[in-house]
């Protein structure tokens, strides 16, 4: 069972080269664009969401930070997406690599404080600095605000993957000891079973609200430059 722990999460391979690439991809077909007068009951499902997640993430935005919507929406679309397909049994979720994790952050983050500081150079560099700082205190204030505003994108990134993973090694522990346990004690292991069943609504849940955070910390980001 140990070697097995983290098989889960390797990156899987076809003829010995990596398909992470169509594994990311596939997201998208799960959105269709429509093509007709009278879209279906999915469709229009999808396009109230989607209505509704943006209204709700641009109301605080100016006209600056609103053209970053469509960006904002499609990343929360990718990751929730991600986030559930991953949960399919023998599938590979790709936010549990923090280096996947890392080069959606980093950019975006990136996007963000370059925008502040073409756009508010002083409120942008005022951020460093508190008004009313001891004069004593600037040179460490000013290291301290330096440091915290490079580990946003490592904080985006290691929260998205520390929650992803912990969820998935939780399962596969639990849904090993439901199976070990089913030769040992029946009552155990269906209790045990149900603990899993709830688990797993709860990772559901988990994936969706996981998009939501990192979207919105992105967004507040550029709410915070704009």
Not at 217 to 223: Q, R
């Amino acid at each position: 069972m140990n070697e097995n722990l983290f098989a889960s999460f390797t990156t899987p391979t076809m003829m010995g080269l990596p398909i992470v690439i169509l594994i990311i991809m596939l997201p998208s077909i799960l959105f269709p664009s429509p093509n007709r007068l009278i879209n279906n009951r999915l469709v229009s499902l999808q396009q109230w969401l989607v209505l509704l997640t943006s209204k709700q993430m641009l109301a605080i935005h100016n006209h600056k930070g609103q053209t970053w919507a469509l960006m904002l929406v499609s990343l929360i679309l990718f990751i929730g997406s991600t986030n559930l397909l991953g949960l399919l049994p023998h599938s590979f979720t790709p936010t549990t690599q923090l280096s996947m994790n890392l080069g959606m952050a980093i950019p975006l983050w990136a996007g963000t404080v370059i925008t502040g500081f073409r756009h508010k150079t002083k409120a942008s560099l005022a951020h460093f600095l508190p008004q009313g700082t001891p004069m004593p205190l600037i040179p460490m204030l000013v290291v301290i605000e330096t440091i915290s505003l490079f580990i946003q994108p490592v904080a985006l990134a290691v929260r998205l993957t520390a929650n992803i993973t912990a969820g998935h090694l939780l399962m596969h522990l639990i849904g090993g000891a439901a199976l070990a346990l089913m030769n040992i004690s029946t009552s155990i292991a269906l209790i045990t079973f149900t603990i899993l069943i709830l688990l797993t609504i709860l990772e559901f849940a988990v994936a969706l609200i996981q998009a939501y955070v990192f979207t919105l910390l992105v967004s507040l980001y550029l709410h915070d430059n704009t």
